[in-house]
């Protein structure tokens, strides 16, 4: 660093830098712009596309906007099925700082397990970092506070206003209605879910999941343009969210209280129908379950305590629940041995029994002799193992499938159940064996291989009673539908449907007054303590036994051996109004257990149907000749002709 | 020795390019802080603008002899105020590297000796005339140099503290290295480096996590790598076209950081894609090659020496700084030339192109 001598200066003054060295250093610099252009290349040209799909990530937020899943409602339009506004939680993984390191901390404040978090969050793995994960639904006025408390600490959580679906309570109509739930990873995977995403909310039984489609709105979206704040700084667009539609149900909410409250304590099922349409008014199943438990996440020991639980309350025994009809199969006997012309003429001397291909099939009673009208009121079996014998299964059968026996009647729930209807060929089929003569005998009065649904015997005798028309048994209104939805329900759950089964008009009556008469007082008659005042009230009894009749008719055994108890019946006796088939396991006789509680329900709906005449008929006519309809009058048309 | 030149003799052409990317500069800082709290950087650009102009013609009269000759004098109170830094300078984020001269003034004097250095190499290996280096040469180039690099890095201004470096390496090439100098003296740095790395004198985790997440910007995600990652989206996303002035949406939204100093780059290329960027790197280009015909043409070594040394800090700075936000290199805090913000930036660039100016004016006088 020393000053250079003067003469050195003028010396080294003429001396220059080397040339050489100097192009070197353009070239240098011509090479280190091109490595820097290359670089930009790399980016803007072959990467363009990538980089600006993160650009938008960066900056775009999807918020899901839930919508609401459409009520449901009585037939009057009042709510059984509501929603109610609950706080959801989410999972927002790109604000989050170590998502790894904070779980333990969420798990602890919203009080769920670390692996159900971890899973969540493989379950998203490959979705957009951008997209909310749920977490928890329904948290608590706690855990909203502790995610308030941690807005710092875990920017990672959003809360999001919410609709849940609130049942009645205690299990009311839980069968009909069902429930919803989270779409589990096997249904993503088949075609029918198709279109649903993880997280969604679909119906699992009942009405909800038939219905799904309807009752399900469209979640809509809000896009916002976030800073890298997290701010939102302006809207991008929204996609508005379109509520489910409501559902109007056919049931009536009196009579299904009435059938409830009937049904309370007892296992088994009860279900009302209108035989001129085919609307379900009421429908029980015991025991129940709290749906409500499955709206909010269902915890293990409930669902392993209603799963474990012998009496299945989780089963909707009105179309699943397969049992021997029993007597109430007489019905349909009578309907063969008339249709047959071999009932007309028949008479049988009934002394407590009768032998048949060797073996002794017993009766309740000594009925003496009997013929066709009596046979009915009376029950007795002696007669039908007769006419079983004279009839052959394969007639039974012919008769029995076209009322609606061994197949699905259609109604729109799901997993209803076939039943049984013995033949030679269905023996042949499923047992590789001929049918024997004697197989025949308890088939006539409704034991043996014969199993059916409450709501196929409430069809097929409420059918029989109105001449043969029989309705395919449904709990929404087909008008009330889209069309191509009402076919669409219609084709995913088939069955006999709407059919008319020939019925000569004598024998029809012969059937119906028969019917009437079970419920009237005097001799045999086995419904008769159940008789309501004023009305005519028709139906037949059924003692099904669990195990071999031939052991003795009285001796019913206790407990889970005790045979089950049926009961069909309607109001008037013929073109009926209504009809209610109440089944009570384990019940015994079938006058003492069933026929009473569809009485009541039978009573409250002919109460209800005579107040709003009674209404009618007063406002429209201020004469006082009017004749005002006295409660001993027959209910509606009385003879039905 | 005239005193006074001709203003034909001005270097229009290299004013013309150099006020472009000047007013290119103003645009993009004025975009980049438009939706930030730093509004009216733009303005300020343009005082910085208008004072380094004015320096720049002012020095562009004196004789750059008359510089060469008090180097050392400069080259002594350049390190005095780097001392000075350390002692009393206002500690920002952690740093010491301005003095506040009241008023809201700053005073960085990293930079000025910047240019301090480049006059000082220039003299030294002037006064060397050009016979072959010996090592005692080469270690006291070293020394001249790697003293204020300490004093800098110690303030701590890495980025800084670099651009001293290729002021060495221009003034050892021009000044006759020879090629097995060179492997000695590289074969001597990997050893060194060996032997710290060995004895556990190695960078702490986040400054290697710096230096790497260029390569992965999930090493330092919310760092360097978060800020590599920005530049990447920003500039890749520009396209071939860009998102137009103004619209860039990651600047706009706050997602590039320091997009008016460190960053500049990437903003402008959000906004013009790879057609403006390329303008630069054109503009640079121009720029360069015009430095360099002028030390071709410089009358005599000590000027020829300067106009390298300003090429090779500018070079520098321009491949770093661009090197960086295409994530081809790590993150350092180093300014773009005559496109970042910065008042310390500008006064050295149009300080050290007034000597360039300077060389040129002078170039035929003898």
Known sequence: MSTAPHPEWHLARDEKVSAAKLHAIQYLVVILLAVLAAGMWRLQILGADGYRVLADANRIRKLPVLAPRGKIFDREGRILVDNYPSVSCFLLREQAKDLQADIPLIARGLDLPVEQIQTSIRRYASSPKYEWIPLKQDITQDEQAFIEAHRNELPELETQDDQRRLYPRDGFAAHLIGYVGEVSEEDLNSSKFAFYEPGDVVGKSGVEETYDAILRGTDGSRDVIVNSHGKEVGPLGQQLAIPGHDLRLTVDLDLQRVAEQAMEGKNGALVAMDPHTGEILAMVSRPTFDPNQFAVRLTKSYWSQIVNDPNHPLMNKTIQAQYAPGSTFKIIMSLAGLEESVAQDMHVMCNGGATFYGHFFACDHHHGMVDIDHAIPWSCDTYYYTLAERLGIDTIAKYATEVGLSQKTGIDLPDEATGIMPSTAWKMKTQHDKWYAGETISVGIGQGPVTATPIQLARALSGIASGGVLKRPHVVFPDELPTDMASAIAATYPGSGDRTVPITPDNWETITDGMAQTMLPGGFDTGAAVRLEGIDFAGKTGTAQLVNHSIGGNNLLTGNARANAWFVGMAPRRNPDIVVAVLVEHGGWGATASAPLAAQVINAFVTKQRKSEGNLLQVAAPKPQQPKPVPAAPVSTGTGE | ?366
Request: aromatic content about 12%; hydrophobic content about 55%; glycine content about 12%.
């Open chain 2, 1 to 366: 020795m005239r005193r006074f030149s001709s203003f034909r003799d001005f270097d229009w052409m290299l004013l013309t390019m150099v006020l472009l990317t000047s007013v290119i500069s103003v645009l993009e800082i004025r975009s980049a802080t438009l939706q930030t709290k730093f509004h009216g950087f733009g303005e300020k650009q343009i005082g910085f603008l208008l004072v380094g102009i004015a320096l720049m013609f002012l020095i562009s009269f004196i004789d750059y002899h008359a510089l060469v000759d008090i180097a050392p004098w400069a080259y002594g109170i350049g390190l005095l105020s780097l001392v000075a830094v350390a002692v009393v300078g206002t500690k920002v984020m952690g740093a010491r590297r301005w003095i506040s001269l009241g008023g809201g003034v700053h005073f960085q004097p990293s930079e000025w000796v910047k240019l301090i250095l480049i006059l000082a190499i220039a003299r030294y290996f002037w006064g060397l005339a050009g016979r072959p280096l010996t090592w005692m040469d080469i270690a006291k180039a070293f020394a001249m140099v790697g003293v204020p690099m300490l004093l800098v890095l110690k303030q701590p201004d890495l980025g800084t503290a670099l651009t001293y470096f290729p002021v060495l390496v221009a003034g050892l090439f021009l000044g006759g290295i020879r090629p097995r100098q060179v492997a000695i003296l590289t074969l001597a740095f990997a050893v060194l480096a060996g032997g710290a790395w060995m004895s556990g004198k190695r960078p702490k985790p986040y400054q290697m996590a710096r230096l790497t997440s260029f390569v992965n910007p999930d090493n330092d995600p919310r760092g360097s790598g978060y800020q590599i990652r920005q530049s990447l989206i920003a500039v890749g996303s520009g396209g071939l076209w860009g998102k137009g002035t103004n619209q860039g949406t990651q600047t706009q939204g706050d997602f590039l950081p320091i997009p008016y100093t460190d960053f500049i780059f990437a903003a402008f290329c959000e906004e013009h894609g790879f057609v403006g960027g390329m303008g630069i790197l054109l503009l640079y280009f121009l720029i360069l090659t015009r430095l360099i015909q002028n030390a071709q043409q410089a009358s005599d070594m000590p000027g020829a020496f300067i106009v390298m040394g300003v090429v090779a800090v500018i070079l520098f700075q321009i491949v770093v700084n661009i090197g960086m936000v295409v994530g081809l290199l790590p993150v350092t805090g180093i300014p773009l030339p005559l496109m970042s913000y910065g008042g310390s930036s500008i006064l050295f660039t149009f300080l050290a192109l007034g000597i360039v100016m300077n060389i040129r004016m002078r170039r035929f006088v003898n």
